[in-house]
Every structure is written in C-alpha cells, then in structure tokens.
C-alpha cells in the first residue's frame, strides 16, 4: 500500500470544513441514533410495556362471568404448583355497603383480592402502609369517596354481605383500575379470607371472577396463554395476556412504539443522504486538484486511497463524535425523562449496542461514500480544460453498489421494525415518494425553462438553475424527500395527539351526573353553583332510511355499531366545543320551516352514523321515538375529534321537536377531588334518583401515560430534524460553488452588489418554493397512508401548520443562501480572479 | 322413512301459503286494543333484534290465540324508575288500554333506594289507573351481591305495590331466566331470544287476566 500523505488529507480537510463539518455531523447523529434509541428503545419499551403490565397488574389475566369451569381451574392449579406461575383470584362486585349506626347506605364496588395482588404496580394508600399487610381479615381498605358519602373514617365499622368491617385505611391509587371505569359505585378492598364471611357469592349473584397470574418465565406468558385459552370455555372464559388485551392504551403503546422506529430510521435515512450529499460536494469541490494531480502523474490508486482514508478519518470522527454524545445524553436521560421512565429501569448503552453502532456506522459510511469516491477514477485530467461534466460510466459495478444500498437501508428498516411485511411496505411507500418527487421536480423544471421573464434577475435566477454542472435536480430532490420526511414525522405527531393526547386537554370532565329528570334541572343547578351543559337524551330507533326499512337482524351482525340498536337523540342549536361541520353550515339548514309542510323535521347527524348507514345530506329518515313516529331530513353533518371522553350525539334535532319527548338529562362537569364528595352528598340526598360516576382517576391515570408517551416522540423527533437541517445547510452550500464564480463575473461585468444578492435570492426562492411545494404534498400522502393504514386513525390536513412549516422551510433556505453568499459579495473580484484565475 | 320425509315435504310445502293467506287475513282486523310493552333493557331486548323479544312474541301468541291487540315496545335501555315516571304523559298520549309496567331493575343495580322506587312505581301506577288504564306489573328481583337487606327489600316493592293499588302482579318477570348461562347473554343480566320465550310463558296468563278485565271495565261504561 502507498505511504499515506497526512499532509494531503489535513488540507483536504480544511480546504472543505463546511462540507467536512456536515458529513461528521451526519454520522455523529446517525450514531447518536442509533445507539441510544438502540439502548433507549429497549428501556421505554420495558418501562411502555411495565406501564401496560401495570395497568393489569398481572402477565396473564382470565376473565369469567361464572366460577372457572374445572379443567381450567385445573390447569391454573398445575401450573401453580410446579411453579411455573404465581396466581391470585380476584372477585369483583357491587354491594351495598351499611354503616351500621345510621340508616345511610351506598353502593360500592368491592374487589376482594387474595395474596398476591397485585403482581405488577402498587396500590398505594393514603398512610404509605404496605397494602398486602394492612389488608388483614376482618378490614377493609376503602377510597375516599366511600368515607365522604357514609360520613365515616378510619377505625370505623361497616356492614357489607354478612360481615362486619373495620376500616382500616384509604386507598389512593390501584394499578389496575379499568382504562374504561365506568363505575357506579367507590372501591372497597376486601381480603379473600372474607369471602366466606360475606356470603355474597351465591346464585343470582353477578360477580366478575378474575384469574391475575403472574409467569415467571417471562418467555413463556404467550405459551401459556395459548395453553390456558385451549381450555377455556368459548363465550364464558376469557384469556388475556397484559400484551394481547385490546384497550385504547394498547393501540396508543404499538402506534408510538412503531412511529418510534419509524423517526429511529428516517433519521438513518436523512443522515445517510446527508453523508452522501456532503461528500459528493467536497469531492466536486476538489475535481479540479484531483484531475491536475492526475496530470502531474498522480496515479488513480493514489487518489482513491487517499480520498478513503480522508472518509474514513472523517467517519471515525463523526462515530467517536456520537458515542460521546450518546453517552453525554445517556447522563441527561434521567433528567430529560424524569417522571417518564420509572425510576427502577436503568438507562445503559450496552458495550453490543456500541460496537453494533460502529460496524453500521461505518457501513452506512462505507455505503454512502463509495459512489462519489468511485466518480472519482473516472475523472480525466482534460477536465481542467472542459466545463462540461463527463457522464459517469454506470457499469455494474454502479448498479451493484445502488443495489447493495437498497438491500442493507431494507434489511435496517426490517431489523428496526422487526417485521418483514410493514418494512417491506415501508420501504415500497418511500421508494415511491422518492419516484414521484423525481418526476414532479423534472416536469416543473421543464415547465421553467420555457418561461421568459422581463426582470433580469429573475432571468438570471431561472438560468441559474440550469447551469452547467449543476446540482439542481438532485439537490431538489435530496431537499424535498427530507423535508418531506420532517413535514411527515411532524404531522404525524399532530394526528396522533390530536386523537389520543388532546382527547385529555386538562379541563375534561371528570364527573358525570347521569338520570336528571327535566324537572329536576333547576334544583340541579342551584347545588352545583353554576350552570353546566345539559344533554337531554331522548331513546329512539331508526325505523328506515330513504324509506329502506332497516334489516335488523343483518344490522345485529355488524361487528362495531348497528343501525338496529336504540339510539341517543338530543335537541340543541349549536355546535359542541369538539364539532364542526363537514357538511352543510348551520345544524338546521336554511329553510327548515318549509319542511314543516311536508310533515317533515330536519336533523344533524354525526359523521360516523352518517358512514355507517350510508347516509347523506337530504335523506329522510324515519325515526320511531317510543312508538310515535318522526321524519326527519339531514340538513347537515357534523364531525368530532375523537375524543374519548367528551358526550357526543349522533342524531340532533330542533329543541321544539323533542324538548316534550320522554327523555333523561346528564351533564359532565369539572370539580377538583375537594369539591366533589361533598357535593355528591348533596346531590344524592337532595335528589336520589340521580347517579354520579367518578372518572377523575381514571383521567388522571390516562393523561399521565399519553402524556409522557408523547413527550418521548417529540424528544426523538428532533434527532430527524437536526439531520434534516444538516441536509438543507449542506445542499444549499453544494449549490454555492457554481454561483460564487458567477457572482465574480456579474461583479467585472459591472452588476452591483444588490442586483446579484437579488438574482441569487431568486434562484433560492425558486428552489425552496419547489422544494416546500413538494415536501408539503409528498408528507401529506406519505401521513396520510401512515395514519389510515397502519395506525387507523382519523386523519387531518393541519393546512395552517403545513402552511407554516413551509413557509419557514423557504425562510430558512434563502437565509442560509444568503449567509454563505455574503462573502463573496463584499469581496473584491480581483481576490476571487487571482486565487482561480486559471479558470 | 324416505317417503315420510317426502310426505312432510308435500305436507309443510301445502301449508306455507295457507299460513300466509290466514296472516294476510288477519292483519286488516281491527285491533281489539293496544298495549304497551313499558320498560328497560329487558322490554327493549337489548343485544336481541326485536322481533323476538317479549313484546312482539306477545302480539303474535295472542293473535294465534284470537286476541287482535298491537304490541308497542316502549323499552328504554337504562331507564330508571324516575325515567318512566318522567315519560308517562308520551305513553298516555298513544291511549294504551294496558300497560305492563317492568322497571326498577337499573335502580337496583345503581343502588338507589328501594323508597324511591316504590314511590316511582306506585306515581306511575297512579298515573296510569287515572286514565283508566290496566296495569299489570312486572314483579323483580335485584342481584343477590348486593347484600340480603337490599335485596329483600327490593323484592318487596312489587308485591306491596301490587296489592296496594289493586293492580296484576307478575310475581317475578324473570322467573326460570336469571342466573342461567345459556338463557342469558353474556353480560349475565339480559336474556336471549331462548331467555324471552320462557319469559313470554311467564307473563301470558296474566296479560290475558289484564284484557280480561280491561274488557270488562270497557263494557261497565
């Protein structure tokens, strides 16, 4: 091998420090990338699934209605004995509860627990006592609530079933509270020592009876799962593990774990685009000393191997560069993720995670750069005397490498996503955004060249574009896709907080009042101390469509909503808080008075009635309210943001139509934790008929983890970025070289300094607006499919963010343009013509 | 056996459009009366398509039986005493001349004093006898977890209104249902379409004493 010049790579170096600073970025990040959503993935993963573990208290959980049918309580029984599983009967039912001094009673929901509950997670108490040791025979354990509504406290006694029961202490917190608790009456913890004395358990009792097993062989929860569902009874039984079972949470831990990998590999992607564009423009840069040392003899082996052992030195640079920030970050990840990740889960980049990091560091290196460096032995030296670029011979040796680069960035996506189908489809959706930027920029750019201008400038800037040697086509698309790459991870970030994070904003109701008679309304309101937003329900069925009889018993076969069940319609004349309109502009139309004639109503419906019924603006429907029949017309149809837990109607009509129609009223408000025992008290006394249900907690807990889920996305979001932005600095840079020799002879030529910054800003305006145009297009198919296909979710447009991220897109190319133009601008052109006056 | 399966063939082939012009011919009788089906979740048919619950089994038994009475389910899912307290009026206004009345149930399951209900069903039942109006009264019981004194008392509501305001008791509407896994759904509280024939055995001689005497009291006038 040659002896090594280090004198030549130095200058190499520092001849092109802004190319060089780019392509070092690029692989410190995607370095930092890979090692510490590498490390860090597998710990928020663990911490992700803890949380859902948490949320079961158990690995494997089995429902029933009924007591366990024997084979599988046999089942269960083995496994408990061999010791393959920990196991914890829990029974859940509602009871009325005495305190025996007084006549006042309440409906509870008792939970009697045996040892062991709750495998996963704490339920915490207001003494900070261990649960397990407090929850003795003969005690109770009982929520606030419970002590507000009877009036008692702790030491007191309770009459529950059979049994007398001392209350011992007050639960603030139970891992395992329902996503969807929905429950009429406050918990009591009961032990199962006490489920005899109770004498609660007996026919026409309806008790939830729950298997909790905790494996212990971690590998094996999905084996015995399997096993246990074989001898589970069909319809009766139900096997979950803390993985299968299907709740919002689920669906919001695998959307944000996937959309993880998912920023984890386009930040590869950018940073590998990244790495090639810097190079190929600092070897650009160095053709001409390249081909002048070829003339003087310098041999093609020469070149080459010094122009790799540069890469590779700039390589080693950018991944030392990247452990160490891996490492400096992994220091800060306690602080960045404090009350996100629990305290217990130690965050360490593993020796594996690092040398894995390097060998693929230097792949992707290696990947990137052989294309440019491979132009390089094509070079001649007659180049010093032609303008025009010679076309690189693509032998197979060219198409190999693109092949080879398209297998390894496939294999990377599989391997993050570790899921061969999604990838693959993952990887044919890019390829075909990167198609459809290529044609789109090369057929506007056609359109282009055709256009004349009078503005000089603007003349000059259109030339520009096509100049000589020039990068604008690649450029453009390099920009776009990763732009577009932004734009896509941003918006998807909107639409999953949109449908997930924001159906939590912090004023969300936390207690509905459900039953209020409409007489009730006033004394209702006078408790309560302010005015709340009323939902009057009135029940109807839907008797035809477009006078189509509704098939009902087709209906009952749909597997999510029917068009067969009763229906929930209310009376108001404006929009709730959450709704706009997707069809039509007022609730009622213009001219509902004339449907009067022909005995007709109008009636907003909801969109998602509206899908599933097939119903658009105009039809007629048939509503039959408890025997009386209504036709109503669609005057307009409404959409929500999915939120959760916020009312919602699918069927609204005038108040005059149905404010005499039988219907019950239930209102959701807002009230801290203080507030609402006392004025349950009230509500109830005054007015028994009414029911309240609680959700604070289950808000609470919901927010908590959406919450923190999110703040990690945007967290690992902004590594793309910063890739993004190295790729538009080093793109705009590339295109600088041409314009600063042009810049010289725009200035002997007599053009002021103005007129050139003028022209230049042009040309950069053509590009970011192109660029923008793209990106905003290409991320909104690229979201969309995302959105629909793989997180089924609603998808919207964002048009104001879009707006604004494009436009701060074009900002920020021209601005950067301009900085790197200014130099040459002040410079005189006598400087410029002697340092490159052989040109 | 192969020529019995032919002749049962022929046989139900010869009777499918006797039934229909027997049906066809009934239809635009007059109905002797109406009736209304008022309740919860357990008239409505929750999770059941309509035509196999209660109700519209009763119209179609009594029809066979030559009674010509309409059948409206006014079911609500949920409802609570107060709630068919609240909507007596609109069941006034379609002119019933029985009413059986089944609710409670989601006040017992709400824990809602057995007091209040009592007073809901005994208003409604007053309500109803005003207009001169038979009611026969579904008669329930709540989940025994709720404890033997809420229970018991709970029970106790429809006898003591029965016979208080001299109206037909239906001791328990849910007798030889409740409690059953194959009989109910698997929520374990509402019956399926098998759950609502023995339901309708349950309920029919005491909707046929209910015309009986609705009969009569039309006659006195």
Redesign the interface.
Same mark, same amino acid.
């Given at each position: 091998m040659a002896k090594l010049h280090y004198n030549f790579i130095y200058r190499q170096i520092i001849n092109s420090r802004k190319q060089v600073a780019v392509f070092i970025l690029c692989v410190a990040l995607s370095l930092l990338t890979l090692v510490s959503l590498g490390g860090f993935s597998h710990s928020v993963r663990q911490s992700t699934l803890k949380d859902a573990r948490t949320l079961h208290a158990a690995d494997i959980i089995i429902h029933s209605?009924?007591p366990f049918s024997t084979p599988l309580a046999d089942v269960v029984n083995k496994y408990t004995e061999t010791g393959m599983v920990q196991s914890a009967l829990v029974h859940e /039912? +509602?009871?009325?509860?005495?305190e025996p001094s007084t006549t006042r009673? /309440? /409906?509870t929901n008792l939970k009697v627990v045996e040892k062991g509950y709750p495998f996963y997670g704490q339920v915490e108490l207001a003494s900070q006592r261990n649960f397990t040791e407090e929850l003795k025979s003969g005690a109770v354990i009982v929520e606030q609530a419970v002590l507000d509504r009877l009036q008692v406290g702790i030491g007191d006694t309770l009459n =529950?079933? $059979?049994g007398a029961f001392i209350i011992k202490d007050i639960v603030v917190r139970e891992p395992d509270r329902p996503v969807t608790f929905f429950s +009429?009456?406050p918990r009591i913890f009961i032990s199962a020592e006490d489920l005899i004395a109770l004498?609660? =358990?007996?026919?026409?009792? @309806? =008790?939830h009876y729950n298997y909790l097993l905790k494996v212990n062989d971690p590998e094996k929860i999905d084996k015995l799962a399997d096993a246990l569902s074989a001898k589970a009874l069909k319809?009766?039984e139900r096997v979950e593990t803390y993985r299968t079972s299907q709740s919002g949470i689920k669906r919001f831990l695998d959307n944000f774990l996937f959309f993880l990998n998912l920023i984890g590999i386009l930040t590869l992607v950018l940073a590998g685009a990244g790495i090639q564009s810097a190079l190929t423009t600092l070897l650009r840069q160095n053709e001409i000393t390249v081909a002048i040392m070829k003339t003087v003899g310098a041999t093609s082996r020469f070149i080459t191997v010094h122009f790799i052992a540069m890469v590779m030195v700039l390589g080693a640079i950018g991944t030392a560069l990247g452990l160490v920030c891996g490492f400096i970050l992994q220091l800060f990840f306690p602080i960045l993720f404090a009350g996100i990740l629990p305290a217990n889960i130690t965050i360490t980049i593993s020796w594996l995670t690092v040398v894995e990091g390097i060998i693929l560091g230097m792949m992707i290196v290696g990947l990137f750069a052989f294309l440019p460096l491979r132009s390089l032995r094509d070079l001649k030296p007659s180049f010093i005397f032609r303008k025009e670029s010679v076309p690189a011979k693509r032998g197979v040796l060219h198409y190999g490498a693109v092949g080879i680069i398209v297998l390894f960035f496939v294999g990377l996506v599989i391997w993050q996503l570790e899921d061969m189908l999604t990838g693959l489809y993952l990887v044919l959706a890019l390829f075909g955004l990167i198609g459809i930027t290529t044609a789109i920029t090369k057929i506007l750019l056609k359109f282009l060249r055709t256009r004349s201008t009078r503005s000089l400038a603007l003349r000059q800037a259109f030339k520009g574009l096509f100049r000589p040697k020039n990068l604008t086509v690649p450029i453009i698309i390099t920009l776009s896709i990763a732009l577009a790459v932004i734009f896509s991870i941003f918006l998807i970030e909107e639409n999953l907080n949109a449908t997930f994070v924001q159906s939590y904003p912090p004023d969300l109701p936390n207690v509905y009042f459900l039953?209020i008679?409409?007489?009730q309304k006033k004394e209702f309101v006078n408790i309560l101390g302010k005015k709340p937003q009323f939902y009057p329900v009135i @029940?109807a @069925?839907i008797t035809s469509i477009n006078n189509k009889p509704i098939n @009902?018993?087709q209906e /009952?076969q749909r597997k999510r909503d029917n068009l067969?069940r009763?229906f929930n319609l209310t009376y108001r004349d404006y929009l709730l808080e959450d709704e706009r309109f997707s069809n039509g502009k007022k609730l009622f139309g213009d001219h509902w008075k004339d449907l009067d004639m022909h005995d007709e109503v109008p009636v907003s419906v909801l969109d998602t009635v509206a899908e599933i019924g097939d119903i658009s603006m105009g039809d007629l429907i048939i509503f039959n309210v408890?025997? =009386?029949p209504i036709k109503a017309r669609v005057t307009s149809i409404r959409t929500r943001s999915e939120s959760k837990v916020r009312p919602y109607f699918y069927f609204v009509f005038p108040e005059e139509i149905l404010q005499?129609?039988?219907?019950?009223i239930f209102t959701a408000v807002r009230f801290s934790a203080a507030e609402l025992g006392a004025l349950q008290n009230k509500i109830v006394s005054r007015m028994? $008929?009414i029911?309240v249900i609680d959700i604070s907690q289950t808000i609470k807990i919901l927010a908590r983890i959406i919450h923190k889920l999110s703040s990690i996305i945007q967290f690992f979001a902004l590594f793309s970025i910063i890739a993004g932005l190295l790729i538009t600095i080093s793109s705009v840079f590339a295109t600088q070289f041409a314009r600063i020799q042009e810049a010289v002879y725009f200035k002997i030529l007599g053009a002021r300094a103005s007129f050139i910054l003028r022209a230049f800003t042009y040309e950069n305006l053509i590009v970011a607006m192109i660029c923008a145009g793209l990106a905003g297009l290409v991320s909104h198919i690229g979201s969309w499919i995302v959105c629909k296909w793989i997180f089924s979710i609603p998808y919207g447009f964002f048009v104001g963010e879009t707006i604004i991220m494009m436009s701060i897109t074009v900002v920020l190319i021209i601005a950067i343009g301009m900085a790197s133009s200014i130099t040459v601008l002040k410079s005189k052109p006598v400087v410029f013509l002697r340092e490159h006056g052989q040109e | 056996m192969a020529i019995c399966l032919l002749l049962m063939l022929v046989l139900s082939g010869c009777e499918k459009p006797a039934k229909k012009s027997v049906a066809e011919t009934t239809v635009p009788l007059e109905t002797q009366g109406t009736i209304i089906a008022l309740g919860n979740s357990l008239t409505a048919g929750y999770g059941v398509p309509e035509e196999k619950v209660y109700p519209a089994l009763l119209e179609k038994k009594l029809r066979r039986d030559g009674y010509h009475y309409r059948v409206i389910n006014a079911g609500i899912s949920g409802e609570t005493s107060s709630g068919t307290l609240s909507r007596i009026q609109w069941i006034l206004a379609q002119k019933p001349d029985i009413v059986i009345l089944e609710t409670g149930a989601n006040d017992g399951l709400r824990g809602i004093s057995t007091e209040l209900i009592k007073e809901n069903i005994s208003k409604t039942i007053q309500l109803l006898q005003e207009k001169d109006v038979e009611v026969v009264l579904a008669g329930m019981q709540i989940v025994q977890n709720l404890g033997a004194r809420y229970t018991e008392s709970f029970a106790a509501i429809y006898p003591a209104v029965a016979k208080d305001q001299k109206i037909i008791l239906i001791p328990f509407f849910l007798k030889g249902v409740a409690g059953e896994p194959d009989l109910n759904q698997a929520d374990t509280i509402h019956p399926t379409a098998q759950g609502y024939e023995i339901i309708l055995q349950t309920i029919y001689p005491h909707v046929l004493q209910a015309i009986e005497s609705s009969r009569k009291r039309s006659t006195e006038k």
């Open positions: 209605h009924y /039912l +509602f009871s009325m509860v005495q009673s /309440l /409906l =529950i079933g $059979n +009429f009456g004498a609660l =358990i007996k026919k026409g009792s @309806r =008790i319809g009766q039953d008679q409409p007489d @029940r @069925r @009902r018993a /009952l067969a009763e408890q025997g =009386i005499d129609a039988p219907q019950t028994p $008929n029911s | -």
